[in-house]
């Protein structure tokens, strides 16, 4: 995972990014339980205080009890199977923890925004459709095309969000 001095510098950069719109609507938290056993945490992104989607040490646990389970039935099994074959999954039931979240904010920072909209990652995605680089003319190409309308509910409420606004 990339580097960063602190939450509030990455989240600072995050809310930068923001769309003129959502600026001042668009929330992200996060924080870690240093003190509790395997430092767990949460993340979220809200909207007008309100939480939209979470990522929290609950899924991590989901995530480990999903890798355990396939590790059974194919004990030969690479570590990048089993994440490809749990993907689609996780992605439908949003079963992502923080640091997924984390490693997510941190990668889109530096991503070309053409590139983050068409990332599998789909908190990348998400935070590439709040992003103030797409434009009116993007937004209209993402409306007609309407891939979107195939992603899990949790992602598509934000490409709803961002195009109605």
Sequence with gaps: MEH???????????????????????????????????????????????????FSWVEMCRQDMDMGIAYDKDPFLSDDEVHAQLKPKWDEQATYHEMDFLDAALTFRSMAISNALESENYIIKILAILDRRVGQRTLRQ????????????????????????
């Design 4 to 54: 960063y001095k602190s939450w509030g510098g990455l989240n600072s950069q995050l809310k930068g990014f923001l769309c003129d719109d959502l600026k001042n609507r668009i929330t992200y938290f996060l924080t870690r339980y240093h003190k509790v056993h395997d430092v767990y945490g949460r993340a979220s992104i809200c909207l007008d205080k309100k939480e939209l989607v979470n």
């Design 142 to 165: 993402i409306a007609e095309e309407g891939t979107y309308r195939q992603y899990p509910e949790w992602v598509k409420q934000f490409y709803k969000l961002r195009l109605t606004h």
